[in-house]
Nanobody, 124 residues
């Protein structure tokens, strides 16, 4: 099992920026894939961004392309999600998830380990 802890959320005005961090312990991110999901009331969790730990592949949902950037720091066992140009519709609880497969999946069920989630609130 990999323990994942998210940080960096909070309240921000529309147009502002936040950087989410997903720090892993128990195991080192040496392979596999990490995804950032989000969930808002009344909606299912959806993948907003993902990264292959080999650096070969990155994924962005259409709604965040051009605004969000995913990156990783292997030395710190951390994956980041830089969120710029935030909109009120980005308000959600954001979850970091990991799977041992190197393939990024949009399916929640494909991931083995999950963080507890962190709130992002974007005010208008």
């Amino acid at each position: 099992q990999v323990q994942l802890v998210e940080s960096g959320g909070g309240l921000v005005q529309a147009g502002g920026s936040l950087r989410l961090s997903c720090a892993a312990s128990g195991r080192t991110f040496t392979s596999g894939a990490t995804g950032w999901f989000r969930q808002s009331p009344g909606k299912e969790r959806e993948l907003v961004s993902g990264i292959n730990q080999s650096g070969e592949t990155a994924y962005y949902a259409d709604s965040v392309k051009g605004r969000f950037t995913i990156s990783r720091d292997g030395a710190k066992n951390t994956v980041y999600l830089q969120m710029n140009g935030l909109k009120p519709e980005d308000t959600a609880v954001y979850y970091c998830a990991f799977r041992e497969s190197r393939y990024i999946s949009t399916a929640e069920s494909a991931y083995d380990d999950w963080g507890q989630g962190i709130r992002v609130t974007v005010s208008s």
